[in-house]
């Protein structure tokens, strides 16, 4: 059972990277997902959140307008498109879900975004 996040890597400001979410031994469909983001030297916060249907979606202030995220529950995917980087994205992104029935919540290990020219 786990979430495995690919995608990151080192971008230029302005630049675009495409995060995706993998679910395994586990169906996301009744999880509401979110990217979570930690860079160093502080706490990890909430960048943007989905519900089980992809109908509502939240997102931190700091990234509206320039990412997004979404899902697939067939794949048993979750992906955060970001756009328009900055320096200030910088951290590891990490997956994670929240069943429905509130009693489970898993994270991934994470993924590495720098955005620096």
């Known amino acids: 059972v786990q979430l495995v996040e690919s995608g990151g890597g080192l971008v230029q400001p302005g630049g675009s990277l495409r995060l995706s979410c993998v679910a395994s031994g586990f169906t996301i469909s009744t999880y509401r997902m979110s990217w979570y983001r930690q860079a160093p030297g502080k706490e990890r916060e909430l960048v943007a959140s989905?519900?089980?249907?992809?109908?509502?979606?939240n997102y931190a202030d700091s990234v509206k307008g320039r990412f997004a995220i979404s899902r697939d529950n067939a794949k048993n995917t979750v992906y955060l498109q970001m756009n328009s980087l900055k320096p200030e994205d910088t951290a590891v992104y990490f997956c994670?879900?929240?069943?429905?029935?509130?009693?489970?919540?898993?994270w991934g290990q994470g993924t590495q975004v720098t955005v620096s020219s």
């Open positions: 989905i519900t089980t249907g992809g109908v509502t979606t």
């Open positions: 994670n879900g929240v069943s429905v029935y509130g009693r489970t919540e898993r």
